[in-house]
């Protein structure tokens, strides 16, 4: 019976030993799992319920506020509706008596026109004609420092000419 006993207890241990092996594998394979959920989940862009929350709110306040809005706009169109009509019509007759002037009007002002047009390019030629002197008088007043400085350096450098000697032809 010790024989027995014995296969027993090695078909014992060799179950023992599959079922640690099944159930480390069952804790990777749900990790890997896991893994694969929250990858796939971080790739859609969902969002926080935080956010969620404070975006739920915001939408609830602007529809208050519009439903706020949609009863004064009724309020201001009912008081409009009951109000009279103040203004009325010219008669016919009445707007051909102020045809004319209204031409004579149109008239004076291209007149007006006219003469604004003309004055400013009388002033633009005035300035332009002002900004060419100054240009003149600004490149003479260079020239004339210029030449000032060249004879200031002249008088500094010693005659070269007399040093020279005069090269041969050929």
Same mark, same amino acid.
Request: proline letters at 4%.
């Given at each position: 019976?010790?024989?027995? /006993? %014995? @296969?027993?207890? *090695? !078909?014992?241990?060799?179950? /023992?030993?599959?079922?640690?092996?099944?159930?480390? @594998?069952?804790?990777?394979? $749900?990790?890997?799992?896991?893994?694969?959920?929250? %990858?796939? !989940? =971080?790739?859609? *862009? !969902? @969002?926080?319920? *935080?956010?969620?929350?404070?975006?739920?709110?915001?939408?609830? /306040?602007?529809? =208050?506020?519009? $439903?706020?809005?949609?009863? #004064?706009?009724?309020?201001?169109?009912? =008081? !409009?509706? =009951?109000?009279?009509?103040?203004?009325?019509?010219?008669? %016919?007759?009445?707007?051909?008596?102020?045809?004319?002037?209204? +031409?004579?009007?149109?008239?004076?002002?291209?007149?007006?026109?006219?003469?604004? +047009?003309?004055?400013?390019?009388?002033?633009?030629?005035?300035?332009?004609?002002?900004?060419?002197?100054? &240009?003149?008088?600004?490149?003479?007043?260079?020239?004339?420092?210029?030449?000032?400085?060249?004879?200031?350096?002249?008088?500094?450098?010693?005659?070269? &000419?007399?040093? %020279? #000697?005069?090269?041969?032809?050929?």
């Amino acid at each position: 019976m010790q024989t027995s /006993n %014995r @296969i027993l207890d *090695d !078909l014992a241990k060799v179950a /023992n030993g599959a079922m640690s092996t099944v159930v480390g @594998i069952k804790g990777e394979v $749900e990790a890997m799992v896991r893994q694969q959920m929250e %990858r796939f !989940l =971080a790739d859609m *862009d !969902l @969002i926080t319920r *935080d956010e969620f929350e404070v975006v739920k709110a915001m939408a609830a /306040n602007a529809r =208050a506020e519009q $439903e706020k809005l949609e009863k #004064k706009v009724a309020a201001l169109e009912k =008081a !409009l509706a =009951a109000k009279p009509a103040t203004r009325q019509a010219k008669p %016919r007759s009445a707007l051909k008596a102020t045809a004319p002037k209204a +031409t004579a009007t149109k008239t004076a002002t291209a007149k007006t026109t006219a003469a604004k +047009t003309t004055a400013a390019k009388t002033t633009a030629a005035k300035t332009t004609a002002t900004k060419t002197a100054t &240009a003149k008088t600004a490149t003479a007043r260079t020239t004339a420092s210029k030449s000032a400085a060249t004879k200031t350096t002249a008088a500094k450098k010693p005659a070269r &000419a007399a040093t %020279r #000697k005069p090269t041969p032809k050929k």
